[in-house]
């Protein structure tokens, strides 16, 4: 008579799977999507910002020229209203571009885009959390996303508050919405000024 013995206890057996692998796949073409998505969103604007910068240049330095030429003129001329004030009105219109100017250039500095933020958000990925949609207006940023289990979403949000691309930012709103397997949430933050911006 033949006797089997289970030498397999409960801790030595496979663990089952969670997440599938196809889902896991899908997951991470999605996320590769929406980055690539973004990169090129940045890029095209970008590149419009450049060439307003060049039309804004190109405009001021022939409102230059006019300029040193209507001196020449008055030079030749004292005493005339019409030509000073000529003079006054493109001076004026010389200050106002150069200011339009040096607005955009700090808006360019301070505004490094979303590829770095993308890149820390990479970094604390851990596929129980995946982003589906990053929007910024004015400053103030909104994620979407979703999760299988609402308790990883805080901890994603605590390792989110940390990365150097949102120092001086302070989410304050997070909705949380079952839908069939998934947890949806959508969390909303608010610009705080820190000692150093001040």
Known sequence: MKTRI??????????????PLSMSVTIVISVLICSLMLCMSLYWLLGNEEELQQKLRSELAQEQTQLASQARILSRVNNNKAIMEQIKQVTLNIKNKKR???TLKNERENDSGFSSLLVSLASISDQKVWL???KSKAGL???SGSAKHSQDIPMW??????IEELHGKTFNSLVMERDNSVINFVLHNKITMTTQEK
Do not use: D, G, H
């Not at 289970?6 to 997440?19: A, D, H, M, W």
């Open 6 to 19: 289970n030498l397999y206890v409960t801790e030595l057996q496979p663990v089952k799977e969670k997440l």
């Open 157 to 162: 949000v605590t390792r989110l508050s940390q």
């Open 132 to 134: 589906t949609k990053i």
């Open 141 to 143: 940023l909104t994620f």
């Open 100 to 102: 339009v100017l040096a």
